[in-house]
């Protein structure tokens, strides 16, 4: 669901820090070679994520849901020199994507992939990260959300995509869709956690920012 017109989502675009040339490549291939091309972090989105890495100024970023490394690389602008990302996919068919572009660009030593089900590798990582993307399976967010609370630091802040779910968090839901509630007990839930200072942006499909106490 498109929350604005095509015009002003041009004009919000074309008023928005230019995408680097690297990504409007994988943007490319992916629509070219990758199925669901639409899971894209995409141009303005991307910068919006580059732009808060760039402010928070991170050491270590922790992303849940690589997909194609887009949004890896986006978040990688604003790590620290010295700085590492992990990235987590359960797809191993898009790790070769993945590794191409990475090793592209200037974050190519700094950038892990792992690749198998978060629930069971981030419990395994010894880092405390300053900056966490849940972008993965929605089913799963409360499950992804309670184990990297445990991996971060009071000013650390998580970001959660998709909260908007294509406007379904709005409507009434079908008996069949059982990941709208969930994202509905979510949203609820991160609003009301006393551990967590929450924001809810309307960016592209709704991502929220989440500020741990």
């Known amino acids: 669901m498109h929350f604005l017109s095509s015009d002003l989502e041009d004009y919000i675009q074309n008023h928005s820090e230019k995408e680097p040339k690297l990504l409007q490549e994988l943007t490319r291939e992916t629509h ?3 199925v669901r ?6 141009h303005f989105q991307g ?3 580059s732009v808060l890495s760039k402010i ?3 050491k270590n970023i922790l992303e849940i849901g690589t997909y194609t490394g887009y949004s890896a690389l986006c978040l990688a602008e604003g790590m620290q020199k010295d700085g590492q ?3 987590i996919d359960i797809n191993e068919e898009l790790q070769d994507i993945q590794e191409r ?3 592209r660009s200037a974050y190519k030593d700094q950038i892990i992939q792992h690749i198998g089900d978060a629930k069971n590798i981030i419990p395994k990582l010894e880092t405390t990260f300053d900056l966490v993307f849940i972008d993965a399976e929605k089913k799963d967010y409360p499950d992804y959300f309670e184990l990297v609370m445990e991996k971060t630091r009071p000013g650390s802040v998580i970001l959660s995509d998709n909260v908007l779910w294509s406007g379904k968090v709005v409507e009434p839901v079908d008996k069949k869709d059982k990941v709208t509630p969930i994202l509905l007990d979510f949203n609820k839930k991160l609003k009301e ?3 967590i200072e929450t924001v809810l942006l309307p960016i592209r499909d709704g991502l929220t920012l989440s500020r741990v106490r």
């Open 32 to 34: 070219l070679k990758v």
């Open 37 to 42: 091309p639409r899971m894209l972090t995409g």
């Open 47 to 49: 910068r919006v994520l």
């Open 56 to 58: 928070i100024y991170p």
């Open 85 to 87: 990302l992990h990235t």
């Open 101 to 103: 572009y990475f090793s």
């Open 193 to 195: 956690d006393p551990r």
